[in-house]
């Protein structure tokens, strides 16, 4: 009995031995100290941070920082699931060779399954003459989108007269957002342009976007943002209303001091343009409307820009016939290169001749009463000088 | 001439009474006529140049011809006035059986041209000084398309307050001395037809009130 005991106990031993030999033919303490030296140099996310539902790459980079000729050999490399983030591809399940210096790139497709936050999936990478290794990825997913927002527009739209919007594009997100592109449409609008490529727009960056309106009828603008998270398209929208109406800040000019002289049948009527608007009233101009016919050297009058509050003088010439008042027309362009166009009627038949009758064609008492003293003097001279010849 | 201007201007009874012992001669009345003409085509040249302005745009060279044309119906003018003024007197003297040549006549009243040739010489100095202040409008060569503006022009200029002022002046002047000839004419038709001083005061005098008074209705109407 008790050799079947020792002969147990010996095979026990030997049994043990030999595993504990398998085991040492595998994993030596230099293979163990050459896995430590074997590290992720990086490891990134594409996007750098995911709206929810977005789909990405991770991409990890491990280099072996071992020298001389110490390679290692991995046998499998895995992306563990988070919560939220989630792997989508197979682990790479191939042994493969990490010589000495090199580095190995690993890509996972993930997807962003998961509220708002920050999330750590670990990367695992097996080695086969020693342990694995563990690293923590960093991934964030964040719901916030490009801002879309008007700096500036009219108050009120004209039918068929061009404004011009200024828009902004934002990107309050941590990463670049790309291929940003607005599009501008509605019902019986011609947007110029419409489609505008704003393209690659860094995390905290803003770009002023600016197109102008042509505006056939009352309606709403439709802004569309398209821009790209990684490879996820993603939009915003924007309606502008359009309304008609006059516009309270546009240039108002205004003509006074109307003065008019008449030169035998060419009138000459001269005057000021006051801007009463607050904008600026360019390329103003003006000139005569029929019954007016307009007469050089002032057939029409370039007063050119004026400035709020800001006045010009002006003289036109014309010829009229059998007119008590003819039409000045007075034109000016905003900014956007529209014509505006009003008219004042100006009275010439009172204000010219009345003038010159009053000057002119009064009965002239001076002379008249001068002939007749002086004749008077004459024939009661000749009375006397008949009268005392007489005598 | 064997009498004095000086008693022709101031005597033109004595100076009359003594050329009626002369022989009948038009030739210093034709003189004084013609002096008078002269600076009546002087004056005239200066108030055509005005109108040669008014009508020179229309066509070119118009000018010109108006300058000349007025200055020289000025001339001819005076002498044919002088036929005239003698012509109607002399039909007035009719009217008081007046008797002697109507060559007498011209004779006289030619003489009795002298003060107006001073009077218009007076004219022609003071228009020297009115005449660039007078604003002549432009007519352009549409113009002559529209009569009515052609007249609007004529009467703008007629109206310029220079040339109303000086019309008014001219007037009375131009009066002035008409009458200081008439009172040398009605000497003068005394003794050429052989008057009364209230015959010959008439037959001058109604002519020459009339021609006044239409002087001043003109400047009236004007």
Redesign the interface.
């Known amino acids: 009995m008790k050799t079947v005991r020792l002969i147990s106990l010996i095979c026990l031993v030997l049994l043990a031995g030999a595993m504990v030999g398998v085991v040492a033919g595998y994993s030596t303490p230099e293979s163990i100290v050459a896995a430590g030296k074997v590290y992720v140099s990086s490891a990134t996310y594409d996007p750098a941070v995911f709206f929810p539902g977005d789909k990405g790459t991770l991409t990890v980079e491990v280099t072996n920082g071992n020298a001389n000729d110490t390679g290692i050999s991995v046998n499998h490399a895995s992306l563990s699931s988070d919560t939220a983030i989630k792997s989508t591809s197979r682990p790479y399940d191939s042994s493969s060779n990490l010589g000495p210096g090199q580095k190995k790139t690993y890509s996972f497709q993930v997807i962003a399954d998961g509220p708002d936050g920050t999330y750590y999936p670990t990367f695992s990478l097996d080695f086969r003459d020693a342990d694995s290794l563990y690293y923590r990825t960093l991934a964030k997913i964040e719901n916030t989108p490009i801002v879309l927002t008007i700096v500036d527009k009219p108050d009120t739209y004209t039918q068929g007269k061009k404004k011009t919007i200024y828009a902004q594009v934002a990107n309050p997100r941590e990463n670049t957002v790309r291929n940003i592109i607005l599009e501008v449409s509605g019902t019986g609008i011609t947007a110029t342009p419409s489609k505008i490529f704003v393209g690659e727009l860094a995390a905290g960056a803003k770009v002023p976007v600016n197109f102008s309106v042509t505006a056939d009828q009352p309606t709403n603008l439709h802004l569309l943002l398209n821009y790209d998270n990684g490879d996820n398209p993603h939009t915003v929208t924007m309606d502008v209303p359009i309304t008609f109406g006059v516009d309270k800040k546009q240039a108002n000019p205004v003509i006074s001091n109307v003065k008019v002289k ?5 009138y000459h009527i001269t005057g000021d343009v006051n801007n009463a608007g607050l904008e600026t009233a360019n390329t103003v101009m003006v000139t005569s409307l029929a019954p007016a016919v307009p ?1 050089d050297p002032y057939k029409t009058y370039v007063v050119g820009a004026l400035k709020p509050d800001d006045f010009g003088a002006f003289e036109v010439t014309f ?1 009229a ?1 059998k007119a008590d008042s003819v039409p000045l027309q007075l034109s000016y362009r905003d900014a956007d290169g529209n014509v505006y166009t009003s008219q004042q009627d100006v009275k010439i038949s009172a204000s010219v001749t009345g003038a ?1 009758a009053t ?3 009064g ?2 008492l ?3 009463i ?3 003293v ?2 008077a003097v ?2 009661g001279g ?1 009375i006397v ?2 009268k005392k ?1 007489k005598k | 001439m064997k009498h004095s201007i000086i008693d022709l201007l101031v005597r033109p009874g004595a100076f009359f009474q003594n050329a009626m012992n002369d022989k009948e001669s038009l030739k210093f009345p034709a003189l004084i006529v013609l002096v008078g003409g002269i600076a009546g085509a002087l004056y005239g040249y200066l108030i055509g140049g005005l109108t040669g302005q008014l009508l020179g745009g229309i066509v070119p060279g118009m000018g010109t011809i108006i300058v000349l044309s007025t200055a020289i119906g000025a001339l001819i003018g005076t002498f044919i006035f002088w036929a005239i003024w003698a012509g109607v007197m002399y039909a007035f003297s009719l009217i008081f059986k007046g008797e002697g040549t109507f060559r007498r006549t011209l004779e006289f009243i030619g003489y009795g041209y002298l003060p107006q040739v001073f009077g218009t010489l007076i004219t022609f100095i003071i228009a020297l000084d009115y005449i660039p202040r007078i604003h002549v ?4 060569a549409a ?1 002559s398309q ?1 009569p ?2 052609i007249t ?2 004529v009467k ?1 200029l007629m ?3 220079a040339m ?1 002022e000086l019309s ?2 001219s ?2 002047i131009s ?2 001395f008409l ?1 200081w000839s ?2 040398i004419w ?1 000497f003068g038709m005394q003794h050429a037809r052989k008057l009364s ?2 015959d010959a ?1 008439l037959s001058v ?1 109604i002519p020459v ?1 009339l021609y ?1 008074l239409y ?2 209705y003109s ?2 109407v004007m």
Do not use: K
């Open positions: 008449n030169d035998v049948g060419t007469q010829s016939t010159a000057n002119n064609t009965l002239p001076i002379p008249i001068a002939a007749v002086i004749l004459f024939i000749w000088y008949l010849s | 409008p432009q007519l352009s113009a529209n009515d503006l609007e022009a703008a109206h310029d307050p109303m008014q002046i007037m009375i009066m002035v009458l008439a009172n009605i001083p209230r005061a005098g009130v006044i002087m001043v400047m009236a």
